[in-house]
């Protein structure tokens, strides 16, 4: 039996992605189970109802597993243990990290703006028919991950593949359904300071230098503004505790198209070397700004780096 | 402008399949380029010639160039200053490897016998009709790569892509055609020990030691015999100079198919730990092994980290 997961602290990408592709496999034979990192995030919870499907088993250690690794290549965002883990595939939609085999394995990453987008051309590259409740989770994943087709990383194929998928779903009005679900992770009222920094959180190594982002997507940054201080506090102890050279929190508001970033860094040169704007009080904003993997990542990498 | 490039001491299958995809992405509209890391060797100036290709451009220093990898994902194997290269793709049939990008891109690595085979199913997504010529060059990579689908690494796909492309190249006789082709590189009178062991050389990091590993494909291995303490002594200079932990050389036998295995190593016990059988006089006969990738590396690298 193999598992099929995405990465830790789990999007709807990792998870509706997991349960699609591990469907595919079954079709095409194999014996594959979708399997997840972490608890599910409210849009996440709000998917798999909708489609009517379970929260997929949570797994916590790699070890002695069968793996199929969606929507991440880096150890660091995979399950403990995953260098004692078989890894049997890889399908991806981010730079290339650093996971290595020592055998042949199929391995496919595609510059496009959500793994669910890559899931649903090897649907029709294996001529499988696409259930209806999976196309649902499909096309919530690439809302998701695209922010409504609003992220810079999104491609036409990924509006080519939701909309197809929109198709078979059922769903009339695209733009509708992706605000109702990205509100679903707006409710930031009963969610603690540690809890809005951690829903979407990722560790990188830039240079030596242990660097961790956040980010919270938001129909009105209005709903948060009066927490930054209180954000910013937690920050600054989770920096301590975790040994980071940076800490960033990505509050990126999907309506007025960019982000407020946080930071509570070691060199605060970095933010503007990074994108050219200070850091006035920690924080600074960056207009159209809105996708961590494409936008923020690398500058802050090559800030790092110089 | 950007290259399609293979790994150093490069077989028919990095050069062909390098000429091969970047004729499909210039169809497709990108300003691609073949090249090589290095000498052609007889087997595959016969290809080119065979099915009228010039040989590639030479590149030496991957700094600030473009470059589209295949047949390899390991930064040892690839261009020098490979990162100060901006990689844009990668095509691949070998375990993974430890190159990484700061962007998502494209990369498609396939558990299959040879990236001709990949290339040829890229051909087919893409719905681009393949040219005679490079039918017959991926044909070519396919039967040197497989040994004549002998080797273990071969798949269904590689057969069914080399019957293909048989009948656009129109090749009658895929056996023959292999033979003749194999039997190019089994001309090994007029060269040197050094040039025997490096025609087809790997270096591999395995659990903290430096590991080379020659092949040479033969279609009687009677033909190299009576130089096997000439190729003993050269291997230990080698090893010396470059400080290897072990040195390798693969004399594979085309037709009996299996390989006798030359090695100067500093623990000998890792041959035993890794075949199941010892050194006898710095080699031993492994029956059925024809493939590094998949016979030979494996195996040592667990026996090394244990
Ligand atoms: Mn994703
Ligand atoms: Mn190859």
Redesign the interface.
Known sequence: MVYVVGHKNPDTDSICSAIAYAELKKKLGVDAKPARLGDVNPETAFVLEKFGFEVPELIEDGEGKKLILVDHSDKAQSVDNIDKAEIVE?ID????????????????????GCTATVVKLLYD?YNVEIPKEIAGLLLSAILSDTVIFKSA?TTDKDIKAAEELARIAGIADINTFGVQLKSKLSDVEKLTAEEIIKRDFKDFDMSGNKVGIGQIELVDIKMIEDRIDELLEKMREMKESGGYAGLFLMLTDIIKEGTLLLAVVDDESVVERAFGKPLENNRVWLDKVMSR??EVV?PL??AYSS
């Open positions: 890889i939609h981010h730079k290339i990290g650093d996971i290595t085999t020592p055998n042949p394995i199929f391995f496919l990453a595609m510059p496009v590259y990383t993997k494409k690398p990498e090559s």
